[in-house]
C-alpha cells in the first residue's frame, strides 16, 4: 500500500482546504487510517482517525473545525478543514496500519500503530 496526499496550501485564518490521501493498493477491512501532523514546534501528532469499524477519533483541538471521511470508490481519505488557524500549520501525512487491534480514542491517535505513510502536504495559515 502507498499513499499520496494533496490539497495542502496557503490560507488565512479562518479559511478551509480539503485535503486527499489517494490510496494505492488494496485495503482490506482490517486497515485503520488518518490523518497526523508535524511543525517545527511540535512532535507528530494525530489529528483524526478511522478505525476498521469506522469510528472516527479528533483531536480536542480541531473538534468541530475538521472532518474526516473515507470514499471508498476512489480509495482515498479526506480531510476537510474549516475556521483554520495559525496554530493548524505543519506537514500534513495520511498514514495506514492493516490488522488494527481494537483501540481507544488516544491510542487511534497515537503515532506509534502505523507502519505505512505519506510523504505529506503543507498547510500553512496566516493571521
Known amino acids: 500500500v502507498q499513499l499520496e496526499e494533496s490539497g495542502g496550501g496557503s490560507v488565512q485564518a479562518g479559511g478551509s482546504l480539503r485535503l486527499s490521501c489517494v490510496i494505492s493498493?488494496?485495503?482490506?477491512?482490517?486497515?485503520?487510517m488518518g490523518w497526523f501532523r508535524q511543525s517545527p514546534e511540535k512532535d507528530r501528532e494525530g489529528v483524526a482517525t478511522?478505525?476498521?469499524?469506522?469510528?472516527?477519533s479528533y483531536a480536542d483541538t480541531v473538534k468541530g473545525r475538521f472532518t474526516l471521511s473515507k470514499d471508498n470508490a476512489k480509495n482515498t481519505l479526506y480531510l476537510q478543514m474549516t475556521n483554520l488557524k495559525p496554530e493548524d500549520s505543519g506537514l500534513y501525512y495520511c498514514?495506514?496500519?492493516?490488522?488494527?487491534?481494537?483501540?481507544?480514542?488516544?491510542?487511534?491517535?497515537?503515532?506509534?500503530?502505523?507502519?505505512?505513510w505519506g510523504q505529506g502536504t503543507q498547510v500553512t495559515v496566516s493571521s
Open positions: 498514514a495506514a496500519e492493516r490488522n488494527c487491534p481494537p483501540m481507544t480514542a488516544r491510542q487511534a491517535l497515537g503515532t506509534a500503530v502505523y507502519r505505512t
Open positions: 493498493g488494496y485495503i482490506d477491512n482490517t486497515y485503520c
Open positions: 478511522i478505525d476498521f469499524e469506522g469510528r472516527i
